[in-house]
Protein backbone atom coordinates (compact mmCIF):
# COMPACT_ATOMS: atom_id res chain seq x y z
CA UNK A 1 0.00 0.00 0.00
CA UNK A 2 1.13 3.48 -0.88
CA UNK A 3 1.72 6.22 1.26
CA UNK A 4 -1.09 7.90 -0.13
CA UNK A 5 -3.37 5.35 0.33
CA UNK A 6 -2.48 4.99 4.20
CA UNK A 7 -3.31 8.77 4.15
CA UNK A 8 -6.35 8.45 2.36
CA UNK A 9 -7.48 5.45 4.29
CA UNK A 10 -7.19 7.41 7.41
CA UNK A 11 -9.46 10.24 6.32
CA UNK A 12 -11.80 7.23 5.72
CA UNK A 13 -11.70 7.46 1.94
CA UNK A 14 -9.01 5.04 0.07
CA UNK A 15 -8.38 5.95 -3.89
CA UNK A 16 -9.30 2.18 -4.27
CA UNK A 17 -12.81 2.73 -2.65
CA UNK A 18 -12.95 6.33 -4.70
CA UNK A 19 -12.62 4.56 -7.80
CA UNK A 20 -15.15 1.44 -6.64
CA UNK A 21 -17.65 3.68 -5.88
CA UNK A 22 -17.19 5.66 -8.74
CA UNK A 23 -17.94 2.64 -11.09
CA UNK A 24 -20.77 1.59 -9.63
CA UNK A 25 -22.54 4.91 -9.64
CA UNK A 26 -22.11 4.82 -13.35
CA UNK A 27 -23.41 1.14 -13.83
CA UNK A 28 -26.47 1.94 -11.39
CA UNK A 29 -27.12 4.76 -13.77
CA UNK A 30 -27.04 2.87 -17.15
CA UNK A 31 -29.42 0.59 -15.33
CA UNK A 32 -31.37 3.35 -14.35
CA UNK A 33 -32.13 4.81 -17.74
CA UNK A 34 -32.37 1.72 -19.57
CA UNK A 35 -31.31 1.02 -23.13
CA UNK A 36 -33.91 2.67 -24.78
CA UNK A 37 -33.54 5.80 -23.16
CA UNK A 38 -29.21 5.57 -23.94
CA UNK A 39 -29.93 4.84 -27.80
CA UNK A 40 -32.50 7.98 -27.76
CA UNK A 41 -29.88 10.17 -25.69
CA UNK A 42 -27.24 9.27 -28.55
CA UNK A 43 -29.74 9.75 -31.18
CA UNK A 44 -30.10 13.20 -30.00
CA UNK A 45 -26.65 13.80 -30.24
CA UNK A 46 -26.00 13.00 -33.68
CA UNK A 47 -28.79 14.45 -35.26
CA UNK A 48 -29.61 13.73 -39.48
CA UNK A 49 -26.87 11.06 -39.07
CA UNK A 50 -27.24 8.70 -42.67
CA UNK A 51 -25.19 5.71 -43.15
CA UNK A 52 -22.94 3.76 -43.62
CA UNK A 53 -24.66 1.95 -45.61
CA UNK A 54 -26.67 3.33 -48.94
CA UNK A 55 -28.87 5.68 -49.05
CA UNK A 56 -31.83 6.42 -51.67
CA UNK A 57 -31.32 10.11 -53.06
CA UNK A 58 -32.78 11.89 -55.91
CA UNK A 59 -30.74 14.26 -57.77
CA UNK A 60 -31.82 16.96 -60.48
CA UNK A 61 -29.80 17.10 -63.33
CA UNK A 62 -29.99 18.82 -66.33
CA UNK A 63 -33.74 19.19 -65.53
CA UNK A 64 -34.35 15.44 -65.36
CA UNK A 65 -34.98 13.55 -61.57
CA UNK A 66 -32.17 11.17 -61.19
CA UNK A 67 -32.93 8.43 -58.19
CA UNK A 68 -30.06 6.32 -56.79
CA UNK A 69 -28.76 4.56 -53.85
CA UNK A 70 -25.29 5.83 -52.59
CA UNK A 71 -23.11 5.38 -49.44
CA UNK A 72 -23.32 8.81 -47.94
CA UNK A 73 -19.24 9.94 -48.38
CA UNK A 74 -19.78 9.28 -51.93
CA UNK A 75 -18.80 12.49 -53.74
CA UNK A 76 -21.28 14.54 -56.12
CA UNK A 77 -18.25 14.05 -58.99
CA UNK A 78 -18.23 9.87 -58.15
CA UNK A 79 -22.26 10.10 -58.36
CA UNK A 80 -22.72 11.67 -61.87
CA UNK A 81 -19.57 9.59 -62.84
CA UNK A 82 -19.86 5.98 -61.68
CA UNK A 83 -23.65 6.23 -60.76
CA UNK A 84 -25.43 8.01 -63.33
CA UNK A 85 -23.38 7.75 -66.65
CA UNK A 86 -23.13 11.55 -66.93
CA UNK A 87 -19.59 11.72 -67.58
CA UNK A 88 -18.65 15.14 -68.80
CA UNK A 89 -17.25 16.21 -65.51
CA UNK A 90 -13.66 14.53 -65.58
CA UNK A 91 -11.89 13.60 -62.25
CA UNK A 92 -8.45 14.31 -62.48
CA UNK A 93 -7.10 15.98 -59.12
CA UNK A 94 -9.85 14.93 -57.20
CA UNK A 95 -8.75 17.79 -54.62
CA UNK A 96 -11.18 20.73 -55.64
CA UNK A 97 -7.74 22.14 -57.59
CA UNK A 98 -8.23 22.12 -61.20
CA UNK A 99 -11.87 22.49 -62.13
CA UNK A 100 -11.95 19.78 -64.60
CA UNK A 101 -15.20 18.59 -62.57
CA UNK A 102 -16.77 21.99 -62.63
CA UNK A 103 -20.58 21.68 -62.71
CA UNK A 104 -23.28 24.36 -61.53
CA UNK A 105 -25.28 24.15 -58.91
CA UNK A 106 -28.23 26.54 -58.80
CA UNK A 107 -26.48 28.28 -61.90
CA UNK A 108 -23.20 28.54 -59.53
CA UNK A 109 -20.07 26.73 -60.78
CA UNK A 110 -18.61 24.44 -58.22
CA UNK A 111 -16.24 21.69 -57.97
CA UNK A 112 -18.07 18.76 -57.73
CA UNK A 113 -15.13 16.44 -56.42
CA UNK A 114 -15.85 18.46 -52.99
CA UNK A 115 -19.53 18.05 -52.85
CA UNK A 116 -21.23 14.89 -51.25
CA UNK A 117 -23.77 13.84 -53.65
CA UNK A 118 -26.58 13.84 -50.75
CA UNK A 119 -25.57 17.73 -50.34
CA UNK A 120 -26.80 18.43 -53.65
CA UNK A 121 -30.09 16.72 -53.16
CA UNK A 122 -32.92 19.48 -54.26
CA UNK A 123 -30.21 21.59 -55.84
CA UNK A 124 -30.36 22.00 -59.98
CA UNK A 125 -27.19 20.84 -61.18
CA UNK A 126 -26.38 21.39 -64.80
CA UNK A 127 -23.49 19.69 -66.58
CA UNK A 128 -21.60 20.26 -70.00
CA UNK A 129 -23.77 17.75 -71.28
CA UNK A 130 -26.90 20.16 -70.22
CA UNK A 131 -25.55 23.00 -72.03
CA UNK A 132 -25.50 21.68 -75.40
CA UNK A 133 -24.84 19.26 -77.96
CA UNK A 134 -22.75 18.66 -80.73
CA UNK A 135 -25.42 19.34 -83.39
CA UNK A 136 -26.74 22.55 -81.01
CA UNK A 137 -23.93 24.01 -78.90
CA UNK A 138 -24.21 26.49 -77.04
CA UNK A 139 -22.45 30.20 -77.32
CA UNK A 140 -19.88 29.26 -75.03
CA UNK A 141 -19.03 25.94 -76.97
CA UNK A 142 -19.13 26.99 -80.57
CA UNK A 143 -16.68 30.05 -79.35
CA UNK A 144 -14.69 27.11 -77.85
CA UNK A 145 -14.16 25.53 -81.43
CA UNK A 146 -13.49 28.87 -83.15
CA UNK A 147 -10.65 29.94 -81.05
CA UNK A 148 -9.52 26.20 -80.64
CA UNK A 149 -9.56 26.48 -76.77
CA UNK A 150 -8.92 23.24 -76.45
CA UNK A 151 -6.25 20.27 -77.26
CA UNK A 152 -6.49 16.82 -75.59
CA UNK A 153 -9.88 18.03 -74.55
CA UNK A 154 -9.78 16.19 -70.77
CA UNK A 155 -10.13 19.85 -69.15
CA UNK A 156 -12.34 21.45 -71.95
CA UNK A 157 -15.68 20.57 -70.13
CA UNK A 158 -15.02 22.52 -66.96
CA UNK A 159 -14.00 25.26 -68.51
CA UNK A 160 -16.84 25.12 -70.90
CA UNK A 161 -18.86 25.38 -67.71
CA UNK A 162 -17.05 27.48 -65.92
CA UNK A 163 -16.90 30.19 -68.74
CA UNK A 164 -20.66 29.71 -68.95
CA UNK A 165 -20.99 30.99 -65.53
CA UNK A 166 -18.47 33.66 -65.11
CA UNK A 167 -19.82 35.67 -68.98
CA UNK A 168 -23.35 35.35 -67.25
CA UNK A 169 -21.93 36.87 -64.59
CA UNK A 170 -19.84 39.13 -66.62
CA UNK A 171 -20.82 40.58 -69.43
CA UNK A 172 -18.85 42.90 -71.19
CA UNK A 173 -15.80 41.24 -69.31
CA UNK A 174 -12.15 42.46 -69.67
CA UNK A 175 -8.82 40.07 -70.73
CA UNK A 176 -8.31 40.41 -67.52
CA UNK A 177 -11.24 40.01 -65.99
CA UNK A 178 -11.34 36.32 -67.64
CA UNK A 179 -8.04 35.59 -66.62
CA UNK A 180 -8.76 36.49 -63.13
CA UNK A 181 -12.72 34.65 -63.44
CA UNK A 182 -11.40 31.54 -64.85
CA UNK A 183 -7.91 30.92 -62.40
CA UNK A 184 -9.71 27.97 -60.89
CA UNK A 185 -9.44 26.03 -63.67
CA UNK A 186 -5.71 24.79 -64.80
CA UNK A 187 -5.11 23.51 -68.32
CA UNK A 188 -2.37 20.93 -68.54
CA UNK A 189 -1.86 21.37 -72.74
CA UNK A 190 -1.33 25.76 -72.22
CA UNK A 191 -4.41 26.31 -74.53
CA UNK A 192 -4.80 29.28 -72.38
CA UNK A 193 -4.83 31.92 -75.21
CA UNK A 194 -7.80 30.18 -77.15
CA UNK A 195 -9.62 29.84 -73.67
CA UNK A 196 -9.24 32.98 -72.72
CA UNK A 197 -10.07 34.80 -76.20
CA UNK A 198 -13.58 32.27 -76.40
CA UNK A 199 -14.55 33.61 -73.27
CA UNK A 200 -13.75 37.17 -74.07
CA UNK A 201 -15.66 37.12 -77.13
CA UNK A 202 -18.69 35.26 -75.32
CA UNK A 203 -19.09 38.00 -72.49
CA UNK A 204 -18.82 41.13 -75.29
CA UNK A 205 -21.58 38.97 -77.16
CA UNK A 206 -23.31 38.61 -74.27
CA UNK A 207 -22.94 42.59 -73.41
CA UNK A 208 -24.49 43.38 -76.97
CA UNK A 209 -27.43 40.87 -76.37
CA UNK A 210 -28.08 42.76 -73.36
Do not use: W
Not at 60 to 69: D, F, P
Not at 140 to 163: I, M, N, R, S
Not at 189 to 202: S, V
Amino acid sequence: MSIEDTKQESSGLSRRGFLKGMGAGAVATGILQGPSETNEASAQASPGTHGPGDISITLNINGESKRLSVEPRVTLLDALRNRLDTTGAKKVCDRGTCGACTVLLDGEPIYSCSMLAIEAEGRKITTVEGLGTPEQMSDVQELFVKHDGLQCGFCTPGFVVATTAFVKANPGATLEDVRNGLGGNLCRCGTYQGITQAALEAAQKLKGDA
